[in-house]
C-alpha cells in the first residue's frame, strides 16, 4: 500500500513504525511510506513531504498526487477541520472521523451530550460562560475543582485543583479567550486509556494502556500532554476491556451513527476506575500519545490493513487481534520548560546508544535537524524511548537505560513510569 501518515509526533513515529514492520513474502517492506509533516524520526521509513496539515485541500492534493490508498490523520486538530471530509470527498480512503463526529473531541459540551443521549457513564457536568455561573458550578461540586476549557488544548486545557480560587483563574482565562467552560465532578481512582478502532458499525478494542499526565514523580506538577505509559495493566480487572465495549464504545458509536455522523476512526475512551464504577473523563477522535507507542509495539496484528479496513467500512472482517505476551513502557523526554515555555535547538545524542538494545526504539517527537544537520529539540515532548521486555519491570529498566543513554542539556523526563504498576 502507499500510506500518507498526516502529523509529527512520537505517535505518528509509532504508527509509521508500526506500517513499516509489515513484509511482503520475499522479506520487502509491503508498504510506500510518506508523511506529512513527519519529523527526522519518522523520516527514517517515510518519504517527508511540507503541507499545512489543517487545510483539506492540501492534504488531498497531496494524497492524489502521491497515488495514497490510504491517508491517517495523526492529531485533532485536521480532523476537528475537517481533513477527513475533504480526502473522503475526493474518493481517497482516509483513517479518521469527519469534523462533525471529531466533536466528540473538540467540544467536551458535544461529548456530554453524546454520552448522556447513549447512556454513557461520566462525571455530572454544567456547562459556565460567566463568572457568576461558574462559582455556581464550582460550589455545587465542591472541591477538588475541575475545569475544563470546551474547546481543544491540546491536553492542557484542564485544570483539577484544591484552591477554588485556582479553579475560578482558569475559568475567567478561559471566558476572556472566548470559549466557556466545563465544571465537573472530581472522579477518583486510577485512569486507564483504551483505544477503540471503529468503522462506524464494528468496534474493535485494543489493548488497555496507562498514560502519565502530570509533569513530575508522583503524579504533582502541572497536567501535560503525557509523559510516558505502559501496557499492559497487570492491576485492570480482567473484564475491563468489555466492560468498556458495553457501557461506552459501542453505545456511543451506535448515538453517533443514529444522529447521522457515524464516527469512524479511533475512538480514545479516557476512564477512570472510580470507586462507584467506570465512568469516562474524555473521549478523544484519534490515537492517545503516548499510550499509542506502547500499544502499538505490542500489537503483532498488522495495522495498515485494519486501518484500512476501518477507512472502507469492512473492519468486521477483523474479530481477534493478535498480541505480543510482552510489556511496553515508554518515558518521555521532555524539552527544559515543558509543558509551559520551551528551549528549542538543544543537540540530542546517543539515540543510538540507546537503540543498541534490539528491545529499544526511540520515537522521534519534537525533533529537527539544525542548518549543520545536528538533531535538536524542536517542541516540548522531544523523544520517547520504547522498550519491550518479559515483563513492565524488564520492559522498564531496558526504557530508562534507554533515557540514561540520550543526552540533551536540561532536558527531564519522570523516574516513576510504570513503577508501581511492576511492582505488583
Ligand atoms: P481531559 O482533557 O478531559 O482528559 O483532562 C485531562 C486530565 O485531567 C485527565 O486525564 C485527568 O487526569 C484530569 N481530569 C479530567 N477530568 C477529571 C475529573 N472529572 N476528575 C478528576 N480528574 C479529571
Ligand atoms: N495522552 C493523552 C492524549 O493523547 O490526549
Redesign the pocket.
Given at each position: 500500500m502507499r500510506i500518507l501518515v498526516i502529523g509529527s509526533g512520537g505517535r505518528e513515529d509509532a504508527i509509521v513504525h508500526s506500517f513499516a514492520g509489515d513484509k511482503t513474502a520475499q522479506g520487502q517492506p509491503a508498504h510506500q511510506l510518506h508523511a506529512a509533516p513527519g519529523n527526522p524520526g519518522i523520516g527514517r521509513l517515510a518519504t517527508l513531504h511540507q503541507v499545512d496539515i489543517n487545510d483539506g485541500a492540501a492534504v488531498t492534493a497531496l494524497a492524489e498526487e502521491l497515488a495514497a490508498d490510504l491517508v491517517v490523520i495523526g492529531p485533532e486538530a485536521p480532523l476537528v477541520a475537517g481533513v477527513a471530509d475533504s480526502l473522503r470527498a475526493a474518493g481517497v480512503a482516509c483513517f479518521g472521523p469527519s469534523a462533525k463526529a471529531a466533536q466528540l473531541e473538540g467540544s467536551?459540551a458535544f461529548a456530554k451530550e453524546i454520552m448522556a443521549a447513549a447512556g454513557v457513564p461520566t462525571?455530572a457536568a454544567i456547562l459556565a460562560t460567566t463568572k457568576e455561573e461558574a462559582e455556581k458550578a464550582l460550589d455545587q461540586f465542591g472541591a477538588?475543582y475541575?475545569v475544563?476549557n470546551d474547546g481543544l488544548?491540546a491536553?492542557k486545557?484542564?485544570v483539577?485543583t484544591k484552591d477554588r480560587d485556582q479553579a475560578l483563574a482558569h475559568a475567567e482565562a478561559c471566558f476572556a479567550a472566548g470559549a466557556p467552560v466545563v465544571i465537573?465532578?472530581?472522579?477518583?481512582g486510577p485512569?486507564i486509556s483504551l483505544f477503540c478502532i471503529t468503522d462506524g458499525t464494528t468496534v474493535l478494542p485494543l489493548a488497555p494502556a496507562q498514560?502519565f499526565?502530570r509533569a513530575l514523580d508522583g503524579d504533582q506538577g502541572p497536567?501535560t500532554g503525557g509523559m510516558g505509559a505502559y501496557s499492559p495493566l497487570p492491576w485492570a480487572p480482567s473484564d475491563l476491556t468489555d466492560q468498556v465495549m458495553e457501557k461506552v464504545a459501542r453505545p456511543t458509536v451506535a448515538e453517533m451513527a443514529r444522529r447521522g455522523h457515524p464516527f469512524a476512526g479511533v475512538l480514545y475512551c479516557?476512564l477512570?476506575l472510580t470507586s462507584r464504577g467506570l465512568?469516562v473523563?474524555?473521549f478523544?477522535a484519534r490515537f492517545g500519545d503516548p499510550e499509542t507507542q506502547v500499544v502499538l509495539a505490542r500489537l503483532k496484528t498488522p495495522l495498515a490493513a485494519m486501518l484500512l479496513a476501518a477507512a472502507q467500512g469492512h473492519l468486521s472482517q477483523f474479530t481477534e487481534l493478535q498480541w505480543s505476551s510482552q510489556a511496553a513502557v515508554t518515558v518521555v523526554v521532555a524539552a527544559e520548560g515543558y509543558p509551559g515555555a520551551v528551549t528549542k535547538g538543544g543537540p540530542i545524542t546517543g539515540i543510538e546508544r540507546a537503540e543498541a538494545n534490539d528491545a529499544v526504539t526511540v520515537l522521534h517527537a519534537g525533533t529537527a535537524l539544525n542548518a549543520d544537520g545536528q538533531l535538536v529539540a524542536a517542541g516540548g515532548r522531544v523523544l520517547n524511548v520504547v522498550a519491550l521486555g518479559r515483563d513492565l519491570d524488564a520492559a522498564r529498566k531496558r526504557a530508562y537505560a534507554g533515557v540514561d543513554a540520550i543526552s540533551l542539556p536540561g532536558s527531564h523526563h519522570r523516574t516513576d513510569i510504570a513503577l508501581r504498576a511492576s511492582q505488583l
Open positions: 467536551k462525571a477538588p475541575v475544563k488544548a491536553g486545557g484542564v483539577v465537573e465532578e472530581y472522579l477518583d485512569e498514560d499526565k497536567n479516557g477512570a465512568r473523563v474524555e478523544n
